[in-house]
């Protein structure tokens, strides 16, 4: 099991912005809502031990992280499907997103060891992202299974869980909830007074992740 260690302070674009500092601002519905993801992670109820290790180091290469501390996507990803928090659609030739999940991860673990001989948990970084670009790269289906819905079935997921948890508004610039005390200063370079300034706005996220890896 592996949990986030202390919640970054700042970050390199917004330095000194905290999301969850404004909670006091918040009614207590959305102040339960937001609390509850960064407070002790819920235990795993749908993954199994192994696919809980699959899923953390398949959201690890769709986020980009490789460092602690990290967001418990894979947490909030297994409440979702423990209690059935679906978008409420799936594609057609798709299983259902909780049977989806635990086909996509076996496969990930059986294309991993034909190739490397190894779990994809266990392969190194490097072959982890070798067996993920073989499978973005698929035009048509993958281990029966439309290799692209496929994809955006772990972005989806993924990305619908990094950016509700308060440590990636810090790192977006978002100051949290408008409800119910709002937004007054809309408009362009227009911040209200608990919003902090871009201090590198000329920074391209995607070039500096890529020369991080």
Known sequence: MRLPLEQPAGGERYPGL??????????AATTSVVA???GIPLDIRFFTRHE?????ALCDHLLGQREDPRVPVVRMIDTRLTEGLSDGWHHEDMPRDDEAWRQTLACLDDDTSEAFGASFEDASWEDQEAVLRAVQGTQGYWHGMPAG??????TRYAD?????HPWAWDE?????????????NLGIDRLDP????????????????????
Do not use: C
């Open 172 to 184: 977006i610039g978002f100051g949290g909830p408008a409800y119910p005390r709002g937004y007054k």
């Open 160 to 164: 619908s869980a990094f950016y509700a």
């Open 194 to 213: 608990f919003e902090v300034k871009d201090a590198r706005p000329g920074l391209d996220p995607i070039r500096a992740t890529r020369s991080r890896g």
């Open 36 to 38: 509850a993801r960064v």
């Open 52 to 56: 809980e290790a699959t899923a953390n």
């Open 149 to 154: 819905s496929v994809w955006g079935l772990w």
């Open 18 to 27: 905290d999301a969850m500092a404004q909670s006091r601002h918040w009614d």
